[in-house]
């Protein structure tokens, strides 16, 4: 088996990554083009710059957790031990995380991106006005700093900042909130998250001339853009399962008592 890793850029994390490497190298063969599995160590973070990096490599994830919250990270700072081990020993379960597809129409051409937590229409200086269509239909014309999209791995994210509900995962099914929806007789939005499931499309038609685009860590600025569509993929990331990680135990350390 080939292995990569991705490291936050900080003591802590590159310690573990050098650690990690020396457990590996006599059983696993390092490989940062084209490998079996990438090992991430530092946040969820970190994560979806692995992810971003290795998108169209066919690989697993596995990450240890040096950042703030750890819903990607099965493995905390002080079990690297127990990752080596557990990685030598090969037994796992794979849990498929669903990337959202996001189509960004321009006059002669689509640019297709993929995210893993969520795409972002987010303006905070101006006020965006946007037509919402749920499979053709149009739900709203929202105004307000704009929209977020996220997947159920995103859900403890932005998603979580903007008052939309944590998703339990593998749930497929994706989520539409706004960022900061203005309410009143000239414009009235739906003012909670949708969630919808994945036979539905999401499309946002607007005065996109100049339009910023996020999409995970990463932001696009796109110009004349007539549309943009957004679904749940078929498309998912990989990410092993050595041990037992309880969804809602992550959900208390992080947000109820740590
Ligand atoms: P970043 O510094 O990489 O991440 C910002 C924070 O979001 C960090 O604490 C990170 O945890 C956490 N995070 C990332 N994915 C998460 C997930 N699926 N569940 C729970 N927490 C998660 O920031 P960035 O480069 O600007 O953007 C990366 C992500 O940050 C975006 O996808 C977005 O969801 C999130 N973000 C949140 C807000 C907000 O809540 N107001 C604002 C901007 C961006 P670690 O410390 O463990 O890396």
Request: charged share 25%; proline share 2%; glycine share 6%.
């Amino acid at each position: 088996m080939k292995y990569t890793l991705v490291v936050r850029n900080d003591d802590l994390s590159k310690k573990l990554a050098e650690d990690i490497h020396h457990g590996l190298k006599d059983e696993l063969i390092y490989d940062n083009q084209k490998p079996d599995l990438v090992i991430s160590v530092g946040g969820d973070g970190t994560i979806l710059e692995a992810v971003h990096q290795y998108m169209d490599v066919d690989c697993y994830y596995v990450g240890i957790h040096t950042g703030t919250l750890g819903f990607f990270t099965d493995y905390q700072r002080d079990e690297v031990d127990e990752l080596i081990h557990d990685i030598k020993k090969n037994e796992y379960h794979c849990m498929p995380r669903h990337l959202l597809e996001v189509k960004v129409h321009l006059k002669d051409e689509t640019k297709t991106l993929y995210a893993l937590n969520e795409m972002r229409l987010d303006h905070g200086f101006s006020t965006q006005v946007i037509s919402v269509y749920i499979n053709d239909v149009l739900l709203e014309v929202f105004r307000g700093n704009g929209l977020c999209v996220s997947t159920p791995s995103g859900s403890t994210a932005y998603n979580k900042s903007l008052g939309g509900a944590l998703i339990y995962p593998g749930i497929p099914l994706m989520q539409l909130t706004e960022v900061a929806g203005i309410h009143h007789n000239a414009y009235r939005s739906l003012g909670s998250s949708l969630i919808l499931d994945d036979r539905q499309t999401i499309k946002l038609k607007g005065d996109f001339k100049d339009l910023w685009l996020g999409i995970d860590h990463l932001q696009y600025s796109f110009q004349d853009v007539e549309s943009i569509e957004v679904h749940l993929s078929k498309r998912a990331m990989k990410f092993i399962e050595y041990k037992e990680m309880s969804f809602i135990k992550r959900v208390r350390r992080a947000y109820i008592h740590s």
